[in-house]
């Protein structure tokens, strides 16, 4: 498997430096008035487009541990010995020396898609005779925290009377990981009433103390043999006190979004290096216990942040992402494979017989897989997606909407759109775009497809797939952007002269990369911030020809990230936003209703002497929304002309998001340094006059009507 290096990455790998030339001084002079460049003129009198109700979104993938260790509390690593290191994770106290055997077993399982379980025989009783999980990167417990421990015990030979568990702090790295009883006790109980037969066991931890990185300690009392299968820890406080929920503080963060709509669950995740790896969301659904686990594709990408024990357990599946959708009050995008597996690794593909065209004949009944190679024809892809969309809309009498309700999701999730393919080129996306795209068609035409026009921004390939997907009438074509800061602000007139009519874009992917793509170098610095705050600009203006945007890839944990820029930050405990977080956020919480056109003085173009504009009206709350990028080290006064308000008001806020330092980041530890803060300014009259701050990015709302 070669390693993932793509060529647009190996380019930009290749030579470049800290892209950013830094300014941190602060502007000295006392800015004066407004040149006749700096005053705008907003067409309130003049309005474009509607913005689409989904234009500022969210971009998830399963990648820095953004799933399993992140949105998905499960505190337990590997907790059905499915891995294929099938013990990855768990470690025996002090070598499982106090055990006379150990082994994992496949004898009389819990399931047929859950074959493994690990069997513990003591000849003497020990307090050491047992196993620990070490987590994700430890397990992060919070004091007078509640978790809901459950595991499946079967007795075997012997009299083994019960099982302790225990949650204690990480021991002192000196004294050895193993060493049992090193760290400090968390919380404690014991399982007991035994059977013979597979059943499972709950019982309630609550923690004395709060703990980063803590593990679980499991020991056998007695002696004999003890089976145990599906050992979970998860914590009662979830999003919405869901028993399978998800981390709050991470689901705040985006809800405090108001995000247009979610995609998941990529990606290259849905891809896979190959396609017996591919992302197949049949099997993420139903019972958790059932769900096999597969690699994560992630896990060896980069040489260098290699993750070997990067699986996805499923917990969270294809049900949670559509609840979590709901949650957050985001239009549901799911990402489907369509019969290609990553073009950058293997780029195997499913054999194409044209045989498709109109479509496959009947639904297949639910069944249980376990990610055998099973030689899929790209009728088994249209097919996933048609059983897909019946199992998000479909009624309680069609097969995969039994499903969806037997989940306990009675009212279909309405949804309305879906991707085909992630990020595909080339003539085999396209040849399997077509009789894919005309299935689904068939079948719902009111489902709205997202196609690819592939890894680049530009160049052969984009424009071939791009001119093609307009032939085929395709609705949103999916666009992506990798790039250097000044590219984004260098582009800001991407889509000035874009087609009007027809085809929608989807901004899926982009992100302003200070050093280059798949550097572990890159951050999250002020200067890529800004930059993407400016570019949007030029998407806000477009708002006619571009209708969802997302910022990628969404989530990283500190301790185990493999790609960087990522929005949001965290370790098992605390998360932050990034000052591409706070950008992101002021868009979608300011995105109006309605495109309103500006002009400069002296006819100079958007970005010209690095200011940036655009505006919008907000007919909902009566207010006109003006943002404003400044990318000089000048504070900058500007007149903005409001051409044909009605009902001004007199005072109007400012959300200001500004730092001198162009190298500027969050941390754990000053999640806020970057941050918008707010502020009211006086409005007086339809010429309104503001000062923007060096290096800023400002939200003005302006009460006043179309
Ligand atoms: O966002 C990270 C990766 O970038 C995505 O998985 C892929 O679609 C793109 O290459």
Not at 97 to 115: C, D, E, F, W
């Amino acid at each position: 498997m070669p390693t993932f290096l793509p060529t647009r990455f190996a380019q930009l790998a290749s030579g470049l430096t800290l892209c950013s030339t830094l300014s941190l001084a602060p502007a000295l002079a006392q800015p004066t008035k407004p040149t006749a460049a700096n005053t705008l003129t907003v067409q309130v009198n003049k309005p474009g487009a509607p913005i689409a109700k989904t234009m500022y979104g969210l971009f998830f993938e399963d990648i820095n541990f953004a799933a399993d260790g992140g949105l998905y509390p499960e505190l337990v690593k590997n907790k059905s010995f499915e891995l294929d290191e099938h013990l990855l994770g768990w470690r025996g106290i002090r070598g499982a020396a106090a055990l006379s055997t150990y082994t994992v077993s496949g004898q009389q399982p819990i399931s047929a898609t859950n074959r493994h379980f690990l069997r513990m025989t003591a000849a003497t009783a020990s307090p050491d005779a047992g196993f620990i999980n070490e987590g994700f990167r430890g397990m992060g417990i919070k004091q007078s925290a509640e978790y809901t421990f459950s595991v499946y015990l079967r007795r075997g030979p012997g009299s083994v009377s019960g099982l302790n568990v225990t949650l204690e702090e990480d021991g002192q790295r000196g004294a050895g990981p193993e060493a049992a009883g090193s760290g400090r006790v968390l919380a404690q109980t014991k399982i007991t009433g035994l059977t013979g037969e597979w059943k499972k066991y709950t019982a309630v931890l609550k923690a004395s103390g709060t703990a980063p990185r803590a593990r679980l300690k499991l020991t056998m009392e007695g002696t004999g043999t003890l089976d145990l299968d599906v050992v979970s820890l998860f914590p009662k406080d979830t999003w919405n006190k869901r028993e399978n929920g998800l981390r709050t503080d991470l689901v705040q963060l985006l809800k405090d979004m108001n995000p247009g709509f979610l995609r998941f669950p990529g990606g290259c995740i849905v891809e896979g290096r190959n396609l017996t790896e591919r992302y197949q969301w049949k099997e993420t659904i139903g019972d958790v216990a059932t769900r096999v686990p597969l690699v994560n594709r992630w896990n060896m990408e980069f040489k260098h942040r290699s993750t070997p024990d990067y699986y996805q357990s499923f917990g969270l599946g294809f049900f949670e992402y559509f609840q979590l959708s709901e949650d957050i009050g985001a239009e549901p995008v799911p990402i489907l494979n369509v019969g290609m597996a990553c073009q950058f690794n293997s780029a195997e593909l499913a054999p194409f017989t044209g045989s498709t065209a109109g479509g496959p004949s009947a639904p297949t009944a639910p069944s249980g897989h376990n990610h055998a190679d099973d030689d899929p024809t790209l009728e088994t892809f249209i097919q996933d997606a048609l059983d897909l969309i019946e199992f998000a809309n479909g009624p309680a009498s069609s097969p995969w909407g039994a499903k969806r309700v037997a989940m306990g999701h009675a009212a279909p999730f309405n949804l309305k759109f879906i991707g085909i393919g992630n990020e595909q080129w080339g003539p085999q996306y396209l040849e399997r775009y077509e009789p894919f795209m005309k299935a689904v068609k068939a079948k719902y035409p009111g489902i709205n497809i997202v196609s690819s026009a592939g890894p680049s921004p530009d160049g052969e390939l984009f424009d071939k797939a791009s001119q093609r997907l307009r032939e085929l009438k395709a609705e949103v074509i999916d666009e992506h952007y990798y790039a250097k800061p000044e590219w984004f602000r260098q582009n800001v007139g991407r889509y000035d002269n874009y087609p009007t009519t027809g085809t929608k874009i989807f901004a899926g992917e982009y992100a302003a990369q200070s050093v280059a793509i798949g550097s572990p170098d890159n951050k999250n610095s002020w200067d890529c911030a800004i930059s993407e705050a400016a570019f949007m600009t030029g998407l806000e203006r477009n708002a006619d020809k571009v209708i969802m945007a997302s910022y990628a890839p969404l989530f990283a944990h500190v301790d185990a990230w493999q790609w960087t820029p990522d929005m949001i930050w965290f370790d098992n405990l605390r998360s932050y936003g990034t000052p591409n977080y706070y950008v992101q956020k002021m868009y979608s919480t300011n995105p109006g209703t309605t495109m309103l056109p500006v002009q400069r003085g002296e006819n100079a173009k958007n970005g010209h002497d690095n200011l940036f504009s655009s505006a919008v009206a907000d007919d909902k709350t009566g207010e006109i929304i003006v943002k404003l990028v400044n990318y000089s080290t000048e504070a900058r006064p500007v007149s903005i002309n409001l051409q044909g308000v009605k009902k001004l008001g007199k005072t109007g806020k400012a959300t200001v998001l500004a730092s001198n330092d162009l190298n500027a980041v969050n941390t754990l530890d000053q999640p806020l340094n970057v941050a918008p803060k707010d502020e009211s300014f006086k409005v007086g009259s339809a010429s309104v006059t503001y000062t923007l701050a060096p290096h800023s990015f400002t939200v003005l709302r302006i009460p006043g009507k179309r």
